[in-house]
Nanobody
Framework: QVQLAESGGGLVQAGGSLRLSCAAS????????VGWFRQAPGKERTFVAA????????CYADAVRGRFTISRDNAKNTVYLQMNSLKPEDTAVYYC????????????????WGQGTQVTVSS
């Protein structure tokens, strides 16, 4: 059982950057994938990006492709989400989660979630 903790959120101006971290405590990531999701007030939780842990193969939502980059540091048991060229519509609580499934875009396939970190982009 992996405990996940997000950090790195905050307030940023449109066009700015943030790097979110998803740190695993207790043991090394051993699940198939780690994903990032986000949820804005009044909206459903949506897929952002995911990485297949062992192979470092990534996928992205269309809305963030080219602006966000997911990466990992095995030694630190941490997955990162580098967010560049941020837009007001990126404002949301961002969650990381672990999954054994290869269906990386589906929230229901993730069974281990962090507490979330708030990202607010002002215009």
């Amino acid at each position: 059982q992996v405990q996940l903790a997000e950090s790195g959120g905050g307030l940023v101006q449109a066009g700015g950057s943030l790097r979110l971290s998803c740190a695993a405590s207790g043991r090394t990531f051993s699940r198939n994938a780690v994903g990032w999701f986000r949820q804005a007030p009044g909206k459903e939780r949506t897929f952002v990006a995911a990485i297949r842990w062992g192979l470092s193969i990534s996928c992205y939502a269309d809305a963030v492709r080219g602006r966000f980059t997911i990466s990992r540091d095995n030694a630190k048991n941490t997955v990162y989400l580098q967010m560049n060229s941020l837009k007001p519509e990126d404002t949301a609580v961002y969650y990381c989660a672990a999954s054994d499934s290869t269906q990386l875009r589906i929230p229901e396939m993730y069974d281990n979630w962090g507490q979330g970190t708030q990202v607010t982009v002002s215009s």
